[in-house]
């Protein structure tokens, strides 16, 4: 069964300042690896996806994000942070042959001026 | 094009009773799938209905169901309402049987006492 894990409950970061979030993946074939946001009250929204080809992944609002078969990891990364990405960030992955998604505990980034 | 919404926003229910969550699927997609959040935590998979059928399972008990109607919309029952299913509802719709590309909707707060 696949899982995910986050290592960072919670990350503070400045506005401006470059943003990174860890995801480590347990997943025995070729995983299907997502990055979600969530902001206070509302449901998820996707901001890439990783299915084949190029590791490195562009997705919404600035983010990218890098796939490491040999770590098993699928970082997300951010250049220059704005207030408005404070949120709550989920890492999920899916099998060719599953189709749900197993996400993380997730990562809760605050944003400070 | 309508993006995926859900009903209610909020919902108190007594311990013992049962509740019907409704999802309408964004335009063209023919996939549900149905997550339960508890506060603090990453979605938990539920179930997915693919063209009216019941397309994977995760760990809950049969007193989770669900349907799905011929216009793709579904609904999630919960009988039986126990305190520990407390938790934000996430309905998100795909396209095809290998939907892995889910939007998620704003979710159903339910709360048990």
């Known amino acids: 069964a696949q899982s995910v894990t986050q290592p960072d409950i919670h990350i503070t970061v400045s506005e401006g300042a470059s943003l990174e979030l860890r995801c480590n993946y347990s997943y025995g074939a070729t995983p299907y690896l997502f990055w979600y946001v969530q902001s206070p009250g509302q449901g998820l929204q996707l901001l890439l996806k990783?299915?084949?080809?190029?590791?490195l992944v562009q997705g919404i609002k600035g983010f990218e994000a890098e796939f490491k078969r040999s770590q098993s990891s699928f970082n997300l990364r951010k250049p220059s942070v704005h207030w408005s990405d404070a949120a709550e960030y989920f890492c999920?992955?899916?099998?060719?042959?599953?189709?749900?998604?197993?996400f993380g505990a997730g990562t809760t980034v605050t944003v400070r001026a | 094009e309508t993006g995926v919404t859900q009903s209610p926003t909020h919902l108190i229910k007594t311990r013992g009773q049962q509740v019907t969550l409704r999802c309408s699927s964004q335009s063209g997609h023919n996939t549900v799938s149905w997550y339960q959040q508890a506060l603090g935590q990453g979605p938990q998979f539920i179930f997915q209905?693919?063209?009216?059928?019941?397309?994977g399972r995760g760990n809950f008990p049969p007193r989770f169901s669900g349907l799905q109607f011929p216009n793709y919309s579904s609904e999630l029952n919960v009988n039986a309402l126990e305190l520990d299913d407390s938790a934000l509802y996430l309905c998100?719709?795909?396209?095809?049987?290998?939907?892995?590309?889910?939007?998620f909707g704003p979710g159903t707060r339910l709360t048990v006492t």
């Open positions: 209905y693919y063209r009216e059928e019941e397309n």
């Open positions: 990783y299915f084949s080809g190029d590791t």
């Open positions: 999920a992955v899916a099998g060719a042959n599953d189709y749900k998604l197993s």
């Open positions: 998100a719709s795909s396209l095809g049987r290998e939907g892995y590309e889910q939007y």
